[in-house]
């Protein structure tokens, strides 16, 4: 069974940074696309970025939003997906979620994990 | 981008009702297209992708269709359990984006 579950979500001050993980358990990140996304308070759904599988170059798209700000990596030793957020702003009060992606769109998603930014 | 629109955003309805949800895409979209039930407190579920694809696990009432800029979800006989919000989603070009969502309400 797919499983993932995202770490590290919490209370930032504005400017200030934040690393989620999503650790995944009957997959291996390596060898799949993943996406984060996520939802701010009473707004609909974001696609922040995406990582692709390691064969595939393991690339990374970002949404204008975050691009510079935010950056996507993966640890295969650890099987974990991360979502670096720096430069954070007010608007980055969100639940953020990662997923599994891929021609079957995002057909795994985790419970998310929740970020605010406020001084 | 591809911009997406969801119509209606709130929808009342009742148990056993026929409803259908409509997404508008500002570019023709080929294949990659998906839709998802999202309730508060939980991850979004999957339920359609390829445009008519039903993922694995979603009940046969739930479908899917259109082409080009215009799309489609019906759900046959609303059940309690498909009390939520319904995103659309492209996935063929960058940004992958959704749809504002639209709210299923118990009427």
């Known amino acids: 069974e797919v499983q993932l579950v995202e770490s590290g979500g919490g209370l930032v001050k504005p400017g200030g940074s934040l690393r989620l993980s999503c650790a995944a358990s009957?997959?291996?990140?390596?060898?799949?696309?993943m996406s984060w996304v996520r939802q701010a308070p009473g707004k609909g759904l974001e696609w922040l970025g995406r990582?692709?599988?390691?064969?595939?170059?393991?690339?990374?798209e970002y949404a204008a939003p975050v691009k510079g700000r935010f950056t996507i990596s993966r640890d295969d030793s650890q099987n974990t997906l991360y979502l670096q957020m720096d430069s954070l702003k007010s608007e980055d009060t969100a639940l953020y979620y990662c997923?599994?992606?891929?021609?079957?769109?995002?057909?795994?998603w985790g419970q998310g994990a929740m970020v605010t930014v406020s001084s | 981008d591809i911009q997406m629109t969801q119509s209606p955003s709130t929808l009342s309805a009742s148990v056993g009702d026929r409803v259908t949800i409509t997404c508008r895409a500002s570019?023709?979209?080929?294949?990659?297209f998906a839709w998802y039930q999202h309730k508060p407190g939980k991850a979004p579920k999957p339920l359609i992708y390829?445009?008519?694809s039903l993922q694995s696990g979603v009940p046969s009432r739930f479908s899917a269709s259109g082409s080009g800029t215009e799309f489609s979800l019906t759900i046959s006989s609303l059940q309690p359990d498909d009390f939520a919000t319904y995103y659309c989603?492209?996935?063929?070009?960058?940004?992958?984006?959704f749809g504002g969502g639209t709210k299923v309400e118990i009427k």
């Open positions: 570019q023709s979209i080929t294949t990659w």
């Open positions: 390829k445009v008519s």
């Open positions: 009957g997959i291996t990140v390596t060898n799949a696309w």
């Open positions: 989603q492209q996935y063929q070009s960058y940004p992958l984006t």
């Open positions: 990582i692709k599988s390691k064969s595939e170059g393991g690339t990374t």
């Open positions: 997923a599994t992606d891929g021609t079957s769109a995002f057909n795994m």
